[in-house]
């Protein structure tokens, strides 16, 4: 992974880097108001897509962040937000069931299933809409969950290896997670982006 380590290197050497991390980092832990790191990481992704480095962006362009933040609100809300409830229901369903019969070993182990499966499952479902909307703008296609579907099966190989790193990064930035979420997130954003970009110039 010298590509990602490369990344990692010119992103976090960055003298705006720590500024960001710092803002970003405690924006993580305000209910609403952290959906803006995820406007950020969108313009961030953007910003490559159109060549422009791999620099930091400051937090200073909040109106620019807000703007881009409320424009991909639907695709935050059909891929990450409504699979997150579904999973977490459907956990508690599974627990709820275990314990009233009793099988209380299987309610701490399957009632975790749906939320284990989500955690892998949705980052890179939300990654390809949001590729698909940056690359086409076209907020429709991005809907259209069928079709991310089936586009992110296809690229389900890109991700054997940033995802399990990105979910083991988060486990050890646990006790700081909002840190270590937006510290991660950029790295994994340019590398899988390169990686989706490649894949399209393949097949052209």
């Known amino acids: 992974m010298d590509k990602l380590e490369k990344i990692v290197h010119r992103i976090w050497s960055d003298p705006a880097f720590k500024p960001a991390l710092l803002v970003g980092g405690l924006i993580f832990y305000l209910p609403i108001i952290n959906f803006l790191i995820l406007g950020y990481f969108s313009l961030y992704l953007k910003k490559l897509m159109d060549k422009k480095g791999l620099e930091i962006l400051a937090w200073s362009e909040g109106a620019e962040i807000l703007r881009e933040t409320l424009r991909i609100l639907p695709v935050i809300i059909v891929y990450l937000i409504l699979p997150s409830i579904i999973a977490g229901l459907l956990s508690w369903a599974i627990q709820g069931l275990m314990f009233g019969i009793g099988l209380d070993f299987f309610a701490l182990t399957l009632g975790y299933i749906p939320v284990s499966l989500a955690v892998l499952i949705v980052p890179p479902l939300f990654f390809t809409a949001l590729w698909r909307l940056l690359r086409q703008d076209d907020l429709r296609r991005a809907l259209a969950v069928p079709e991310v579907l089936q586009l992110t099966l296809r690229k389900a190989k890109l991700w054997i290896l940033p995802l399990p790193l ?14 270590g979420c937006f510290a991660g997130l950029l790295p994994l954003g340019a590398l899988m982006l390169s990686k989706y970009e490649a894949s399209v110039e393949k097949k052209a």
């Open 166 to 179: 990105f979910i083991g990064w988060l486990t050890i930035t646990w006790p700081l997670l909002g840190f």
